[in-house]
């Protein structure tokens, strides 16, 4: 479990480490954290997804509410708890999509209880991920939701139900179908990459996806994704 403090008490923030620290013994859950000082730096460095952000929110400059609110542009699914000294921001937690909040100074028995609802959405949200990158935001997508990726110039787009999501990140549309082979997606031509479950037709040219358009299906490539389109009909 990967997971962010975002604190500037430095009494408060080794606390929060030791309460993590003993609940990985305890538990036998593999954790990892780190310790911003403040929203800036944390909002500056999110480059990568976390499980949880553990946020104060009496901070300087950027106190944590404004902070949670940009890390909700950045990241709708990353599990936030804040940590206050005032109950009275119970309810404004709400209004960015945080799954509880704890009172300083934290003991660790209210921590192990809040930290056991943690472990039970994140078993319960067990599906697997892909992160996708653009200029402006970093997003989790269920890897089972793409239907498939195309690529135009240096910008792959990943196609769900949920809508279009484009992603400037530096894998090619090659490397990444290596990737995801082992997730059911086959190439069928050098611009566009299947998920083959949502293969509804496919002839020597053109492939059909469910609630899609007809795709192209190049004469370099057609042998293998018709062998590939067989094996998971097969299986």
């Known amino acids: 479990m990967n997971v962010a403090i975002v604190e500037d008490n430095t009494s408060s923030a080794k606390n929060l480490q030791s309460h993590l620290a003993r609940f990985e013994k305890e538990t036998g859950i ?12 944390f909002i500056a460095n999110y480059a990568s997804q976390w ?9 300087p400059v950027l106190d944590g509410m404004h902070t949670a609110k940009k890390l909700r542009e950045l990241d709708k699914d990353v ?14 937690a709400f209004e960015v999509d945080a799954m509880d909040y704890m009172l300083k100074p934290v003991n660790y028995y209210a921590f192990y209880l809040k930290m ?5 959405k994140l078993k319960s949200k067990s599906r697997e991920f ?3 990158k653009n200029k402006s935001s970093v997003k989790k997508i269920a890897i089972d939701d793409i239907r498939y990726i195309d690529i135009y110039g240096h910008t792959l787009y990943y196609h769900t ?10 894998k090619t549309l090659k490397e990444l179908s290596e990737d995801m082979k082992k997730y059911g ?27 899609e358009g007809p795709l192209p299906v190049s004469r370099q490539m057609r042998k ?10 097969e299986g």
């Open 161 to 170: 139900a949920e809508g279009t999501f484009p992603s400037t990140g530096s």
């Open 116 to 120: 056991q609802r943690v472990v039970h």
């Open 130 to 132: 892909i992160t996708i």
């Open 224 to 233: 293998e994704f018709m062998q590939a389109l067989m094996e998971t009909s």
């Open 185 to 211: 997606f086959q190439r069928c031509s050098q611009s566009y990459l299947v998920n083959l479950k949502y293969v509804k037709s496919f002839d020597k040219e053109t492939v059909t996806i469910y609630n």
């Open 79 to 92: 599990l936030l708890i804040f940590v206050t000294q005032l109950a009275q921001y119970a309810i404004s």
């Open 30 to 41: 593999d954790i990892r954290s780190s310790v911003y000082k403040d929203g800036i730096d």
């Open 51 to 59: 499980d949880l952000v553990l946020m104060d929110i009496e901070m």
